[in-house]
């Protein structure tokens, strides 16, 4: 069965940074859309990052050329490399999966079907 299992986050000072990793298990990860989200307290879920065969990486603004996606075919894991971290960052960050997304909606949390259970960032 998919198995998502996120790890790295902490608390950390503004202009910090850290680096989330996600074990993946269960399914082809080499030919699997994965995916970063991140919810606040009282917000909805909310995409950060989208890649897909190791190369086609998609950013939502808020994030782009702080955060940078990235995967290991022969591990398999997820990364997400985050610096200039600010306060607003501060979330649950999540992993997901899916093997098809629709185009133009690869940052959209709703298409992904796999989740793993999360990991806290702070930055305070």
């Known amino acids: 069965h998919v198995q998502l299992v996120e790890s790295g986050g902490g608390l950390v000072q503004p202009g910090g940074s850290l680096r989330l990793s996600c074990a993946a298990s269960g399914f082809t990860f080499s030919s699997s859309w994965m995916f970063w989200a991140r919810q606040a307290p009282g917000k909805a879920r909310e995409g950060v990052a989208a890649?897909?065969?190791?190369?086609?990486?998609y950013y939502d603004d808020s994030v782009k050329g702080r955060f940078t996606i990235s995967q290991d075919n022969a591990k398999p894991m997820l990364y997400l490399q985050m610096n200039s971290l600010k306060p607003e960052d501060t979330a649950m960050y999540y992993c997901?999966?899916?093997?098809?997304?629709?185009?133009?909606?690869?940052?959209?949390?709703?298409?992904?079907?796999?989740w793993g259970q999360g990991t806290q960032v702070t930055v305070s």
């Open positions: 890649i897909y065969g190791g190369i086609t990486t």
């Open positions: 997901a999966a899916d093997s098809v997304i629709l185009p133009g909606r690869e940052l959209e949390a709703s298409e992904y079907s796999y």
